[in-house]
């Protein structure tokens, strides 16, 4: 069974960062499209940035510039790195993972095709 566990959320003035993590277990297959979402109350999740099995990224338009997505793969380990951080993205954030598809799937962060989801951390930035 796939179990993806976040952490690393918390609370920070605007112009801080934070590095959230995701780590995923049960995987019976290859390297899988990973990805982060957040959602802001009231608000639709929206996908922030994703890394695919070759090992590109992709982001947001809000986020670009701010956030970095990598991968360990000896820890089957996602990182977000959040710099320069304003209260817009506070919000709580979520890691995904689909096993299959292509690059062009993965980069799309459509909701629906994200099979397995963690159970979600919280960012909170104060201006």
């Known amino acids: 069974q796939v179990r993806l566990v976040e952490s690393g959320g918390g609370s920070v003035q605007s112009g801080g960062s934070l590095r959230l993590s995701c780590a995923a277990s049960g995987y019976t297959y290859g390297r899988p499209c990973m990805a982060w979402f957040r959602q802001a109350p009231g608000k639709e999740r929206e996908g922030v940035a994703s890394?695919?099995?070759?090992?590109?990224?992709d982001y947001a338009d809000s986020v670009k510039g701010r956030f970095a997505i990598s991968r360990d793969n000896a820890k089957n380990t996602v990182y977000l790195q959040m710099d320069s951080l304003t209260p817009a993205d506070t919000a709580m954030y979520y890691c995904a993972a689909r096993p299959l598809g292509g690059i062009s799937i993965c980069h799309g962060r459509a909701l629906v095709t994200f099979g397995e989801w963690g159970q979600g951390t919280q960012v909170t930035v104060s201006s």
């Open positions: 890394i695919a099995a070759d090992g590109s990224t």
